[in-house]
T-cell receptor, first 116, second 111 residues
Framework: GAVVSQHPSRVICKSGTSVKIECRSL??????MFWYRQFPKQSLMLMAT?????????EQGVEKDKFLINHASLTLSTLTVTSAHPEDSSFYIC????????????FGPGTRLTVL | TQLLEQSPQFLSIQEGENLTVYCNSS?????LQWYRQEPGEGPVLLVT?????EVKKLKRLTFQFGDARKDSSLHITAAQPGDTGLYLC???????????FGTGTRLKVLA
């Protein structure tokens, strides 16, 4: 149980285009989903928290208009990187939490974004 | 901002050796998670510890939560190349489901 998928696993795009990344909880309902960014050889950096049916909460320094998050259902959240630039190239990882007292998050396999 | 320090940052050992990774903070937490992440993949949950002094075992991995619930350790016995990866501890911030991740320990086990 507790499987989270991400699509695509890898994407290469041209500078100025937008890229959408999907995150799905496959076998549980995720009350909360999280989006992280990870730079090479570093730990995970939280970008935003999204709850189904409400606006995402962004961490300080993360541009809301740059990284659009939609949490349309209890099993799907999307991250759209708008007008991508080379500095947006990174490894993006989502996680999902079904709630519960242990506060456990289950992570997707990540999406490698390369902006040319 | 709560800080979660892990040590060591990097560790390279031979197959069969034992090792311990530490996760320390000055804050008290209700629970703490350990994850392992392999290159190009997402973190995989290894264990959640909840009670002060709690010890949990997962095959050759032994996890301990400090008595005061401020720190934790991960001990690996007879390490194998398959244990290679980035080990991350994580805690939830008060009143939310948000995680704070530790700084990470990158382990490499040589055959």
């Amino acid at each position: 149980g507790a499987v989270v998928s991400q699509h695509p696993s890898r994407v290469i795009c041209k500078s100025g285009t937008s890229v959408k990344i999907e995150c799905r909880s496959l076998d549980f309902q995720a009350t909360t989903m999280f989006w992280y960014r990870q730079f090479p050889k570093q730990s995970l950096m939280l970008m935003a928290t999204s709850n189904e049916g409400s606006k995402a909460t962004y961490e300080q320094g993360v541009e809301k208009d740059k990284f659009l998050i939609n949490h349309a259902s209890l099993t799907l959240s999307t991250l759209t990187v708008t007008s991508a630039h080379p500095e947006d190239s990174s490894f993006y990882i989502c996680s999902a939490s079904g709630g519960g007292s242990l506060n456990e998050q289950f992570f997707g396999p990540g999406t490698r974004l390369t902006v040319l | 901002t709560q800080l979660l320090e892990q040590s060591p940052q990097f560790l390279s050992i031979q197959e069969g050796e034992n090792l311990t990774v530490y996760c320390n903070s000055s804050s008290v937490f209700s629970s703490l998670q350990w994850y392992r992440q392999e290159p190009g993949e997402g973190p995989v949950l290894l264990v959640t510890v909840v009670t002060g002094g709690e010890v949990k075992k997962l095959k050759r991995l032994t996890f301990q939560f400090g008595d005061a619930r401020k720190d934790s350790s991960l001990h690996i016995t007879a390490a194998q190349p398959g244990d290679t990866g980035l080990y991350l501890c994580a805690v939830s911030t008060s009143g939310t489901y948000k995680y704070i991740f530790g700084t990470g320990t990158r382990l490499k086990v040589l055959a």
